[in-house]
Nanobody, 123 residues
Framework: QLQLLESWVGSVHAGRSLLCSCA??????????VAWFRHAPGKERQGFAA???????RYADSVKGRFTLSKDNAKDTLYLQMNSLEPEDTAMYYC?????????????????WGQGTQVTVSS
């Protein structure tokens, strides 16, 4: 069973940066897509970025140019670098794995979810 574990290291003041990681353990598919979602209070869970097994990345307009995805295959770990953070980025962040053609705009495409990590950005 695939397990995803999110963690982050870094400052949480507005304008600063955070690096979140998503470590996978258990069985993984050779062709996959891992997406990041966030859930803010009073709002629906929303996907905003995804990276496929071949390194293909996609970003929502809300984070494009500020957030960057990367992966370390040897460590089975994916990274979300978040720059120029804004208070509006405050949310619970999740990573989730789906099949190669999964679309980050459709949470139902994704089967395995991490437990989430809280990101709070203060002004």
């Amino acid at each position: 069973q695939l397990q995803l574990l999110e963690s982050w290291v870094g400052s949480v003041h507005a304008g600063r940066s955070l690096l979140c990681s998503c470590a996978a353990s258990g069985t993984t598919n050779d062709r996959y897509c891992v997406a990041w979602f966030r859930h803010a209070p009073g709002k629906e869970r929303q996907g905003f970025a995804a990276i496929a097994s071949d390194g293909r990345t996609r970003y929502a307009d809300s984070v494009k140019g500020r957030f960057t995805l990367s992966k370390d295959n040897a460590k089975d770990t994916l990274y979300l670098q978040m720059n120029s953070l804004e208070p509006e980025d405050t949310a619970m962040y999740y990573c989730s794995e789906g099949h190669y053609y999964s679309d980050y705009r459709r949470p139902s495409d994704f089967n395995y979810w991490g437990q989430g990590t809280q990101v709070t950005v203060s002004s």
